[in-house]
């Protein structure tokens, strides 16, 4: 080491920081850590974070060790403490807390290491160049922050250097041969680069899964996906939106610029979205969700049109990010995520607002309406409904209209009001029944079909509560009938539940087939609010028309339960909850159905709904009169007839046929 030249320490020392310094580069193994391996954001960067805050404490450390022991020993401790911590860091995923090994690992000991190896060079390089102190220290610390430019440029240089090597970063972990052949730019030399990184390892043939349709071509993906992850987020900017620029032409020229299949449009979208072209992305990216979501594959659908208004949002395309919005509002209400519904809706109606399209904020107005009122917000509900309407007078949308006047006659049946639910949803059907038969535009006759299945359902359940059950079951047939024709599940659902309950007084196992084949459509279509109402009528079926209460009744009365709390759907919780305190009722244990008609009143009340407030005080009234409290019994029996004159139904009426919608 003596022998060497002064200037060789300024070298040895900068490369020394140089190599240290690729801890900045933590930034490329976040997403991994956060896909792989369920960090949140915070999370995958607290190794990172614990290493910098050690990587001080270890500088502390190594200062008093070089005085007393020499650079060199303390340069070996802490080049032995980084290796050793990335080591043991690769075992992170043997171990139950992954996160917490790597925290430890790389936090603990590679950041101590980096503290008592960054250390001695700077004193090193100072005593060899003692008059030109600051010249010499910067040079050997200039490594450390110049270290993370080093690592894109050779990543790019080698990537460069295979050809065909960025293409397969940039196709993500299986890519396609023709693909991979028409992005290449080089196809004398395609064949022999792929042989020459299958040799290497670094890719392989992916395996055709069984079962699953036949890829067109040989496809090939990464052997270890962090590979991939970590040269992809090493290549420069420019360089990658190249690359999926030259991904997303190839996959156009391949499909003939008319995809067919959903994985090239998704792929089409992924390319564009990550291009120069992001507007183009988003599109194929709406048209994945949209054919996602015809075959009813709603989680895919709803990553889709995420990933869109991400892309959109990014290109300040604000117009056509209202498209996307409305689409995931429609999406995600059944799903369950009605907060993040209500959301987009809203951005989209402040948006309408803005350009003073009034039937568009009317659209709005209703959709709004519907997920508050699933909430059990009436009031506000009834704001958004007649906000609507408002919107529309002296003329507009009839169609809109239409279904604002259903929606106003759902909620005076809810309210129960039966004739005037009647008489909103005929003005309903006036607008709206010539036009099935209209073949010249098709979206607007499928909108009027919504119109007329839901406004047919009303009149149905509002005749059941007035003891005209057969004309009622005419009109929910039809209801289901018109919605089944023109593909509308979610409204044929509301059907099925309804007709569930009406054939329950005429053929027990109509009832019961009734509702397991709504059952089935709204599990098809990712409905889980439908879900809810087919198990809470299902579990009355089964424990009052056949004997099958305990195998099955029960355990449909909870689903319906749980669900209903997992969507924070109040408006339909109290439904179950009072099944089941009846079941427990009928059981003869009585504390466990006065907990649950407890729970189902205090809903009920918010609620004000006379089908739902009638069961509670009924219930509680026999409950407590056959525990031998008269004075309970009599409160609740005369709350019960208070709710039936309020709103003029006949008692039985509510007993037999309690929940309808």
Known sequence: ???????????????????????????????????????????????????????????????????????????????????????????????????????????????????????????????????????????????????????????????????????????????????????????????????????????????????APAPPGRQYRFAQALVQEVVYQNLLITRRAEAHDRAGQAYETLCGGEPQRLEDVEALGHHWSLGADRRRGARYLVAAGDRARAVYANEDAARNYERALRTLQEAGALDEQCAVRERLGDLLAPLGRRAEAIEHYEAVRARCAQAKDRRSQARLHRKLGGLHWDAGARDRALECFQAGLGLLEGGGDDVERAHLYQEMGRLAFRGGDNQRAIEWAERALALTEALLDDGTDPVMRRDAAAVVAHACNTIGVALARTERSEEAVGHIERSVDVAQAHGMLQAACRGYANLGVLYSKLDAGRAIDTCLRGLEVAKKIGDLGFQSRLYANLAVAYCTLTNRCDEQGIGAARTAIDLDRQLGQLDHLAVPLIVLGQIYQCHGEPGQALSHYQEALAIAEEVGEPQLLFPCYDGLATLYLEMGDETQAEMYMLKAQQVCERAGLDPDSLVVLPFLD
């Not at 320490?9 to 850590?33: D, E, H, Q, R």
């Open 1 to 211: 080491m003596r022998d060497l030249p002064r200037a060789s320490y300024l070298a040895i020392g900068f490369a020394m920081n140089a190599m240290l310094g690729t801890a900045y580069a933590w930034s490329v193994f976040k997403k991994p850590l956060v896909t792989g391996f369920g960090a949140t954001s915070l999370t995958a960067m607290l190794p990172f974070a614990l290493g910098l805050a050690m990587f001080s404490v270890g500088m502390v450390f190594a200062g008093r060790l070089v005085d007393r022991h020499g650079p060199r020993k303390v340069a070996i401790l802490g080049g032995l403490l980084v290796g050793s911590g990335y080591a043991l860091s690769s075992l992170m995923d043997n171990t139950p807390w992954p996160m917490i090994t790597l925290t430890l690992t790389y936090g603990v000991v590679v950041g101590l290491g980096l503290g008592f190896a960054y250390n001695p060079p700077i004193p090193t390089a100072v005593r060899w160049f003692p008059v030109r102190k600051g010249l010499a220290s910067g040079v050997v610390v200039m490594g450390f922050g110049l270290s993370a430019l080093f690592t894109a440029p050779l990543a790019d240089f080698l990537i460069g250097r295979y050809g065909v090597a960025d293409t397969f970063l940039v196709l993500g972990l299986v890519f396609g041969r023709d693909v991979l052949r028409v992005m290449a730019g080089a196809p004398e030399r395609f064949d022999a680069t792929l042989d020459l990184l299958q040799e290497a390892e670094l890719i392989e043939e992916a395996p055709h899964a069984p079962g």
